[in-house]
């Protein structure tokens, strides 16, 4: 696995029945770049543009996801044993980073698109997601993908981006953006149990740096 | 205080320090790196034919890192078998230790655990890759010096 990790993001689909979000980064081709990445950001913003003008009041300074667009027709490529029959994950409850790409509607798994990465945001629906929270961990995944480009995409380092956007997320229901969802299949709170009166930021260490 | 294989080394001119003896008096020598496949060839000759254990770990912060090797003698008609336990000492800026894989096969995954968690290379080991962490893993875990990668793990919950 000699690629590299890249900066391109996207959000592919939205599923509102289930809450399960599918959102893929591209690497950075090393020809065209400045191209394919303008041309890919106006079919974004007019492909999904009632969910990016909703987002303005994030936070300023949080990178805006750069989405891929949909694709038709995805086929499940390179799954078979002759190809490994495994694939490149990191997998946690809420996050499950595939370097992938996955069509949001019928779930084909093209793997031979492993410039992509897809996030899956929590599909066993613990939480309560409105379209805000999950573009700031959007955001946050894509400042993540920029973070380490160049970085070899291997295991370990999708395990990094997703232990970081797992700790992110708690950091939201520590601080109150979203919540536990009480209809949810399995109800363990494995976050933490919901507490009365609990302040994130009396437990937060100081910066060294502040 | 100098056991009997170390007086049989110096018999044979042959390098090394002694450390004692561990609380079981079995004897304990240190060997350099450089010397020590052909000291592993000479003992297997010598009759230590069968490795207990072979472990590794890292003496100090900043230190150097520490292969050992336990060689048993294993012959008929014996029930206190001669033990020997030698310590090779590698720096840490480049631990590399020839392996004694083709004189005691038995020590081809001990080597292999020992180069996951500590580093330690294993010169002529013929397949040597991590055996415990993910192969992708970065790091050394077992160094004293390692620092844990802040990944979240299912024991978050509680």
Redesign the interface.
Known sequence: MAAALSSMASMVGWKATNRTETFTSRRRYNNGFSVRGQQQVQESTSLQQEEVKEDKPVKKGATEPRPVEPQTNVESKNMGREYGGQWLSSTTRHVRIFAAYIDPETCAFDQTQMDKLTLILDPTDEFVWTTETCTMVYSYFQELVDHYEGAPLTEYTLRLIGSDIEHYIRKLLYEGKIQYNMNARVLNFSMGKPRIGFNYNEYQLEDVNQ | MQGHLSAWLVKHGLIHRSLGFDYQGIETLQIKPGDWHSIAVILYVYGYNYLRSQCAYDVAPGGLLASVYHLTRIEYGVDQPEEVCIKVFASRRDPRIPSVFWVWKSVDFQERESYDMLGISYDNHPRLKRILM?E???GWPLRKDYIA????E?Q???
């Open positions: 993910p992708s893993w970065i990668p802040n990944f979240y299912i978050d919950a509680h």
